[in-house]
């Protein structure tokens, strides 16, 4: 079930004649497979746009317990 109200790929810009059905985010197929490979790949080798927001993740999750940690400790 997809995002009826979309007519084009947010990614590539087909029509969803074209592509066929696109998804709530807005992706066609092709494009939605070749960006969840490529944020997979990125986030194993450690390279790329996906292994950096992991990474930003993993440092706010740290600061937040270090936070935490120190008000909660008199």
Request: charged share 30%; net charge positive.
């Amino acid at each position: 079930m997809g995002d009826k109200r979309r007519a084009n790929c947010t990614c590539c810009g087909k029509n969803r004649d074209e592509v066929g059905e696109l998804s709530w985010s807005g992706l066609c197929g092709p494009c939605g497979a070749a960006i969840l490979e490529e944020n997979a790949v990125g986030i194993s080798t450690k390279t790329g746009y996906a292994h950096r927001r992991r990474l930003r993740g993993y440092a706010e999750m740290l600061q937040r317990e270090l936070l935490d940690e120190r008000t909660s400790t008199p």
